[in-house]
Nanobody
Framework: QLQLAESGGGLVQAGGSLRLSCAASGLTFSRYATGWFRQAPGKEREFVAAITWGGVGTYYADSMKGRFTISRDNAKNAVYLQMNSLKPEDTAVYYC????????????????WGQGTRVTISS
């Protein structure tokens, strides 16, 4: 089993920044593509960004391009999501997820999930 634990959420004002972290344990994390998803109250969980197992390839949802940056450090078994220019509509619980193989923007293709970290953006 691969265990994932998110951290770094909190309350910030619109226009501010946050850096989310996802710590992995249990299996060889470097073999897993990793994604970030988010779920706002009353909405479906949606894709945010993903990164290949080696960290070379990344993919973003259109609304996050230019504002969010995903990165990873396999030596530390960690993935990060740097979020800048935050908007109230970015308010959600953010989840880290991992899958063996290529990156994906499809929630159903991820096998392992963290418990989430809450991000609240005030206007």
């Amino acid at each position: 089993q691969l265990q994932l634990a998110e951290s770094g959420g909190g309350l910030v004002q619109a226009g501010g920044s946050l850096r989310l972290s996802c710590a992995a344990s249990g299996l060889t994390f470097s073999r897993y593509a990793t994604g970030w998803f988010r779920q706002a109250p009353g909405k479906e969980r949606e894709f945010v960004a993903a990164i290949t197992w080696g960290g070379v390839g990344t993919y973003y949802a259109d609304s996050m391009k230019g504002r969010f940056t995903i990165s990873r450090d396999n030596a530390k078994n960690a993935v990060y999501l740097q979020m800048n220019s935050l908007k109230p509509e970015d308010t959600a619980v953010y989840y880290c997820a991992a899958r063996y193989g290529q990156l994906s923007d499809l929630r159903v293709e991820y096998d392992y999930w963290g418990q989430g970290t809450r991000v609240t953006i005030s206007s």
